[in-house]
């Protein structure tokens, strides 16, 4: 078999590649845009012993200012194909473009993701949800790469999902796509306005951020209540900020350091910690060593 050429590229800015706009250089960098690309990757890294980051959209992670010091690999794995209800969809394809395509043929279970700035993968790792839905009622399958490069196909009997969580965050490979069950509904349309009108309302919109930075502590407790009620909304250190909008939102005013970001990050824990005795849990993953 002849090997695959990959481009690698070296010290990439990964702040370029955050949607928080912050984090220092990757050592190496490399773009897969199939799955013999992402086995590539997976090999380079184990050839050279070195650490591997595979990365979505960057919108749940905050990069360390040293950057990474390892292969960062970018999924850009991103065809789609309907067959009726169902979808096989690559998982470097935006979970938001896939929900709108869901919404325009009238099908219903994504219809809460035209707001969340992540991948399909990226999706599935965290168990994306809003709006009382989510990712795992509709999943069917997941084709998934071990970090020695394996296939394996997961039915949805073999994941477990639960709030924020999938087995994929105790494995250590590649999610390559994902297969959809939706359900034809001509409400659609009109169920995703609501869920966009809420949206507008409640979270910020345009700026800088990883979305929420906590989890809820209970299904029925919002670290953005308990933290809006600690007086902390605007709270800001260096050019990171608390926002006025939802609590829960870390915003970049334009420069912040992830240094900035984990000083308030801490300050945000004590504060609820003293007025609640709750101890707040990361939703979002911070990557490299401060
Ligand atoms: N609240 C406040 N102040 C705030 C924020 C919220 O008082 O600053 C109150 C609200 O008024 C409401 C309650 O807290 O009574 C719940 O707020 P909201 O409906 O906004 O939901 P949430 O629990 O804060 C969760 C998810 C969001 C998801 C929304 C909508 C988590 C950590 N967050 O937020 O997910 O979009 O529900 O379903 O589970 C994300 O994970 O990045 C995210 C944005």
């Given at each position: 078999m002849q090997k695959m050429k990959l481009k690698i590229e070296e010290n990439i800015l990964l702040s370029n590649f955050s949607t928080f706009g912050i984090g220092g250089p990757a050592k190496f960098f490399t773009r897969v845009k199939s799955v013999d690309e992402a086995q590539a990757a997976l090999a380079y890294a184990s050839e050279n012993t070195i650490p591997f980051l595979i990365l979505g959209s960057g919108s749940n992670i905050l990069f360390n200012?040293?950057?990474?010091n390892g292969l960062v690999i970018l999924n850009k794995i991103n065809h789609c194909q309907f067959f009726k209800n169902e979808v096989l969809v690559g998982s470097g394809c935006p979970i938001a473009s896939l929900g709108l395509n869901c919404i325009k043929r009238e099908?219903?279970?994504?219809?809460?993701?035209?707001?969340?700035?992540?991948?399909v993968g990226g999706a599935i790792y965290m168990n994306a949800s809003a709006n009382n839905l989510k990712i795992s009622d509709v999943i069917s399958e997941v084709e998934y790469l071990t970090k020695e490069g394996e296939k394996i196909i997961f039915k949805s009997s073999e994941m477990d999902f639960s709030y924020r969580y999938?087995?994929?965050?105790k494995m250590n490979g590649f999610i390559t796509s994902a297969k959809f069950l939706l359900s034809w509904d001509k409400n659609v349309l009109d169920k995703y306005e609501d869920i966009k009108k809420f949206r507008l309302s409640t979270q910020p919109q345009k700026q800088k951020s990883a979305g929420c930075?906590?989890?809820?502590?209970?299904?029925?407790?919002?670290a953005g209540y308990l933290i809006d009620s600690c007086g902390l909304k605007g709270f800001t250190i260096g050019d990171a900020t608390v926002s006025s909008?939802?609590?829960?939102f870390i915003l970049n005013?334009?420069?912040?350091?992830c240094k900035d970001v984990v000083a308030l990050i801490n300050h945000i824990k004590n504060c609820v910690k003293q007025k609640t005795g709750i101890e707040l849990e990361l939703e979002i993953s911070i990557i490299g060593l401060l």
């Open positions: 200012d040293d950057g990474f099908l219903a279970g994504l219809e809460f993701t035209p707001f969340i700035p992540g991948s999938s087995s994929f965050q930075v906590f989890k809820n502590p209970m299904p029925s407790l919002s909008v939802h609590a829960n005013k334009g420069n912040a350091s």
